[in-house]
């Protein structure tokens, strides 16, 4: 089983600053099987990045993901108040999934 | 509009079975997967397994596979959730969520949450 590891645990900023939070992967992941999700306090996920990089149609172009192999990232560029949230990753290929243990974005 | 709608939540006694329910509705069930997410109370997200309604393959995490049954019911598009008997670990949210090798889980229910208590 693959196993997603996220840092860090919890980031503190300030909106209008950079995000860049991080999910490595116990080995190798297809590039076409890493999402991520934005989960709020009382609400259920909701898909943000599938596929490493494609965005999901509700959510606007200030986030991006990257990566490749073991490494890959969530970039939030600008943070607004709405973002503040906590974040997983996770891989879907092959009849295993697994996510990573996220990583709550907070406001400073 | 796809939509999945989850069973109420439910209160039980260690050792009682339950099922739990997600019916699916604007999209043709039989040819996407499902999956269910565990959430334990304050806790991150644990993928439990998943099912494909067309035929019913099964996969299930290794955590949770002797732990629970994952079924579907293609005549009324529902997936269930499924426990002979309950312990308190049990105790979460439980989230089902259309499924696919593309996109990951794209569409969420709203969450069922399930208390285990004597």
């Known amino acids: 089983e693959i196993v997603l590891t996220q840092s860090p645990g919890t980031l503190s900023l300030s909106p209008g600053e950079r995000a860049t939070l991080s999910c490595r992967a116990s080995q190798s992941v297809g590039s076409s099987y890493l999402a991520w999700y934005q989960q709020k306090p009382g609400q259920a996920p909701r898909l943000l990045i599938y596929?490493?990089?494609n965005r999901a149609t509700d959510f606007p172009d200030r986030f991006s993901g990257s990566g490749s192999g073991t490494d890959f990232t969530l970039t939030i560029s600008r943070l607004e108040p709405e973002d503040f949230a906590v974040y997983y990753c996770?891989?879907?290929?092959?009849?295993?999934?697994?996510f990573g243990q996220g990583t709550k974005v907070e406001i400073k | 509009e796809v939509q999945l709608v989850q069973s109420g939540a439910e209160v039980k006694k260690p050792g009682e079975s339950l099922r739990i329910s997600c019916k699916a509705s604007?999209?043709?069930?039989?040819?996407?997967?499902i999956g269910w997410v565990r959430q334990m109370p304050g806790k991150g997200l644990e993928w439990m397994g998943i099912?494909?309604?067309?035929?019913?393959?099964?996969r299930y995490s290794p955590s949770f596979q002797r732990q629970v049954t994952i079924s579907a019911d293609k005549s009324i598009d529902t997936a269930y959730l499924q426990w002979n008997s309950l312990q308190a670990s049990d105790t979460a949210i439980y989230y089902c969520a259309k499924s696919g090798t593309y996109y990951g889980m794209d569409v969420w229910g709203q969450g069922t949450t399930v208390t285990v208590s004597s």
């Open positions: 099912i494909y309604p067309r035929d019913s393959d099964t």
């Open positions: 604007g999209y043709n069930f039989i040819s996407s997967w």
């Open positions: 996770q891989q879907y290929g092959g009849s295993s999934w697994t």
């Open positions: 596929g490493t990089s």
